[in-house]
């Protein structure tokens, strides 16, 4: 696991150099839907670090990109569908992405900014940890406590600002001498409001249950919720698709579903195997009043909790085995990337 010093210099690092950074839809109910908790209540997170030691950060970024279609060719009764479909700049600079490549030049345009914003990568943050205290009822609840988060940007610079404060002086994910994430819903206008969301005061050690709870389930690798990264026959159909959409044509089963395709939307008869697929988007239904990023459903079925905790939310080098820089170290280095 990376010091806090590590932590802070690769984040220094990003800001520096502009931030860059098999599909796993979340099935297993373990994505706690934040976003459905008591308007002016505070739900208290307690963040874990990544199964994957390789991983500076107790967090793994996601960049997605969001295409709007009226309607599903071929069907007289479907509505407005959205597909996700990876950002290619997820993987690094190297990655060049084809809707980005095309969107990019919009934005010297005034007239096309607002359809640039439409077709620009959304970025949200999986983390993972244990709910310590929520007034939010669950439906069910999985048997493993350790949940995952899927945070908006929003959320995730109050995170990363208190990082880079140099009175935070320990990691907040150490067993002993970590802390707690204080989530704080209130309202703006008619969008949900995070931003008196703040660490807690205090330092707290893992109780037996929650140390119990690791040794039973051990820790989420967290790479394996990030979506596949494009081949170059999925990057084309990706294009194809942006085209379409911004044409307005409908969205075609036939030549996309066994690449991406929205829920309810069945795979194509085809000899070709089919490819992984993005996370679906869920069927429509009645909709709660709209949040920061977007608006959930209320009610969300376990194999639907991934897209929409996407659409609420709207790479690190590898650890050398043996180093443990202290979270001093770790601190010092994120701050000394801001300078």
Not at 73 to 79: A, E, L, Q, V, Y
Not at 137 to 150: G, S, V
Not at 175 to 184: A, C, K, N, S, V
Not at 188 to 203: H, I, L, N, V
Request: charged fraction near 25%; charge should be negative.
């Amino acid at each position: 696991m990376a010091t806090l010093a590590e932590i802070r210099a690769k984040l220094q690092e990003q800001e520096s150099s502009g931030g860059r950074g098999s599909s796993n839809t979340g099935g297993d109910n373990a994505i706690f839907p934040f976003w459905n908790i008591p308007e002016n209540s505070t739900t208290v997170l307690r963040f874990l670090p990544d199964g994957d030691a390789s991983n500076t950060y107790f967090w793994r970024e996601r960049q997605m990109i969001r295409l709007e279609f009226a309607g599903v060719k071929g069907d007289s009764n479907s509505r407005k569908v959205t597909v996700n479909v990876p950002c290619n700049e997820m993987w690094g600079p190297t990655g060049s992405c084809p809707v980005l490549a095309e969107v990019r030049p919009w934005f010297k345009d005034p007239n096309m900014e607002d359809m640039g914003r439409k077709y620009w990568k959304k970025r949200s943050y999986v983390f993972q940890g244990f709910v310590a205290e929520s007034s939010l009822q669950e439906d069910t609840t999985p048997d493993n406590p350790i949940r995952r988060f899927i945070i908006n940007p929003s959320i995730f610079n109050i995170i990363k600002g208190a990082l880079m404060d140099s009175d935070f002086t320990e990691l907040p994910t150490d067993t002993e001498q970590g802390t707690d994430f204080r989530l704080t819903k209130t309202t703006k206008g008619q969008y949900a409001d995070y931003s008196t969301s703040s660490w807690a005061r205090r330092e707290r050690s893992l109780d037996s249950n929650e140390r119990a709870a690791i040794d039973a389930h051990g820790l989420f690798n967290l790479n394996d919720y990030l979506p596949k990264q494009p081949n170059d026959e999925e990057l084309r159909v990706i294009g194809e698709m942006f085209e379409a959409s911004v044409d307005g044509k409908l969205y075609d089963p036939e030549l996309w579903s066994n690449y991406y395709r929205p829920a309810g939307v069945q795979l194509a008869q085809s000899n070709k195997p089919p490819a992984p697929i993005s996370a679906p988007n869920p069927a429509p239904t009645p909709q709660p009043a709209p949040v920061a990023e977007a608006a959930p459903a209320t009610v969300t079925p376990p194999e639907k909790q991934e897209a929409v905790a996407e659409a609420v939310a709207a790479t690190a080098p590898a650890v050398t085995e043996g180093e443990k820089p202290s979270a001093q170290d770790i601190l010092a280095a994120i701050r000394n990337r801001s300078n």
